[in-house]
């Protein structure tokens, strides 16, 4: 099955209001497995950069404003999408602001049931405890050491390491099923062996104690002073 695990960066937190997709990185599983293959592209924003969205990810204007527009790669986009689910952490969020520039490129949009957002998946796995990225990394053991800033590329690709975690983790897709086949084959091929023969029944041994042993027993447990399992007198 093939899934892409993906994250954007925008100017701010709604593209109703104006906000805009400014970087979007995409990580390809195949049968819950890294394949190696990823899309990541900047935009250029046509608009100001807010400087609380910029000490977010660290995308200034003066780097955006020799980017392509989203209209210009958008077929490049959506190739590598396919028709793949697409796992985004607060998947809401991310599939809003992608939504926003298909409408604005003239493209349809995504279709929600394509979405999986690893939130709601962590909310049910960990009900109480905390879901942002940065602290289901750490409870996973999932190095993180190198985000510095949010990316959406690198956050796509510790994304998708938290993904396989949380479905199971690296046991997934080891061919079990074709490893039972082979292995059920090659037991038929297998020469047939001879029974062992039978062995003559052999009394059981005897364990239990003799009296002289229970007798000294008794009277190593009379010398103790006042032990726990007895009652007290």
């Known amino acids: 099955m093939r899934e892409i695990i993906f994250d954007t960066e925008t100017t701010g937190l ?3 209001t104006g906000d805009r997709l400014v970087e979007i990185g995409c990580v390809e599983l195949i049968d819950r497995r890294e394949t190696g293959v990823t899309f990541h592209a900047y935009f250029n924003p046509e608009r100001d950069m807010p400087a609380a969205a910029e000490a977010v990810h660290g995308l200034s204007i003066q780097f955006l404003s020799d980017k392509p527009l989203f209209a210009t ?5 959506m190739e590598f999408l396919g028709d793949a689910p697409m796992v985004a952490h607060n998947a ?7 939504n926003a520039e298909l409408m604005l490129a003239g493209r349809p949009a995504l279709d929600m049931n394509r979405m999986r957002c690893t939130v709601q998946m ?4 960990h009900p109480g405890a ?3 990225l940065d602290a289901l ?3 996973y053991g999932i190095d993180r050491s190198h985000r510095i800033k949010h990316g959406a590329l690198l956050d796509a690709e510790l994304l998708a390491h938290l993904y396989i975690e949380m479905t ?8 079990l099923a074709a490893e039972s086949v082979d292995v059920g084959r090659s037991l038929a091929a297998a020469p047939v062996r001879a029974a062992a023969p039978a062995r003559a029944f052999r009394e059981p041994r ?18 103790l002073n006042q032990p726990l399992w007895h009652d007290s007198p």
């Open 122 to 125: 962590a909310r049910k796995l």
């Open 14 to 16: 709604d593209p109703k």
């Open 73 to 77: 790669r958008v077929d490049e986009l």
């Open 137 to 139: 990394c750490t409870r």
């Open 130 to 132: 905390k879901h942002s």
């Open 92 to 98: 809401a969020f991310d599939f809003g602001f992608v």
């Open 168 to 175: 199971g983790g690296r046991q997934i897709g080891l061919g």
């Open 206 to 223: 005897p364990h239990g104690a003799t009296a002289a042993e229970l007798a000294r027993h008794t009277e190593f447990v009379a010398s």
